[in-house]
T-cell receptor
Framework: DAMVIQNPRYQVTQFGKPVTLSCSQT?????MYWYQQKSSQAPKLLFH???????NEADTPDNFQSRRPNTSFCFLDIRSPGLGDAAMYLC????????????????FGSGTRLTVV | DQQVKQNSPSLSVQEGRISILNCDYT??????FLWYKKYPAEGPTFLIS?????DKNEDGRFTVFLNKSAKHLSLHIVPSQPGDSAVYFC??????????FGAGTILRVKS
């Protein structure tokens, strides 16, 4: 089945120690997104890739970086995790919007829950 | 600055009855709205959508209503089933990309 896979499901990292979360997709979607969701809050968009074009949200901290080496993979790098970065990180993909009324909703992975100790 | 708000953190409904989940938005530029359902330990999955040119979209037991003047949309589930118990997220976008999500409503359907 075509899908979005996030690894690992659970990640524990030390305060200040760089950590990388990964996302892969078999849907061949050209847009990939990273969302951060803290407890009982709305998922918040960090950045997205439209093909190789990186689009950062204005309020995404510099501590968060992303790489997309090819269509299938996208990585989220947190350079110096703080306690406030503990959250669920959701990767999603979509086809590019070309208008009309068809569903162009996202396909999500199961998420990576990050704990910072 | 929350552009999409789901003011009810949770809702409890008896099996067979109607579930109504509500969502308000502030950005009048939003032209595409979606509902996602999320089970524990899984990612959100697409449920139903509506574009701003419509005021209603139906798919089986699920109907989404859009009131543009009130900047309000709602999801109706009729009849509700225990398997519908999940977190429901409302989302909106301008032009279909970069979805903005609400905080979600936990629906519990009691049998």
């Amino acid at each position: 089945d075509a899908m979005v896979i996030q690894n690992p499901r659970y990640q524990v990292t030390q305060f200040g120690k760089p950590v990388t979360l990964s996302c892969s997709q078999t849907l061949n979607h050209n847009v990939m997104y990273w969302y951060q969701q803290k407890s009982s809050q709305a998922p918040k968009l960090l950045f997205h890739y439209y093909d190789k074009d990186f689009n950062n949200e204005a309020d995404t901290p510099d501590n968060f970086q992303s790489r997309r080496p090819n269509t299938s993979f996208c990585f989220l790098d947190i350079r110096s995790p703080g306690l406030g970065d503990a959250a669920m990180y959701l990767c999603a993909t979509s086809r590019a919007w070309t208008g009309g009324t068809s569903n162009y909703g996202y396909t999500f992975g199961s998420g990576t829950r990050l704990t910072v100790v | 600055d929350q552009q999409v708000k789901q003011n009810s953190p949770s809702l409890s409904v008896q099996e067979g009855r109607i579930s109504i989940l509500n969502c308000d938005y502030t950005n009048s530029m939003f032209d595409y709205f979606l509902w996602y359902k999320k089970y524990p330990a899984e990612g959100p999955t697409f449920l139903i959508s509506i574009s701003s040119i419509k005021d209603k979209n139906e798919d089986g037991r699920f109907t989404v209503f859009l009131n543009k003047s009130a900047k309000h949309l709602s999801l109706h589930i009729v009849p509700s089933q225990p398997g519908d118990s999940a977190v429901y997220f409302c989302a909106a976008s301008v032009g279909g990309n970069k979805l903005v999500f609400g905080a979600g409503t936990i629906l519990r359907v009691k049998s």
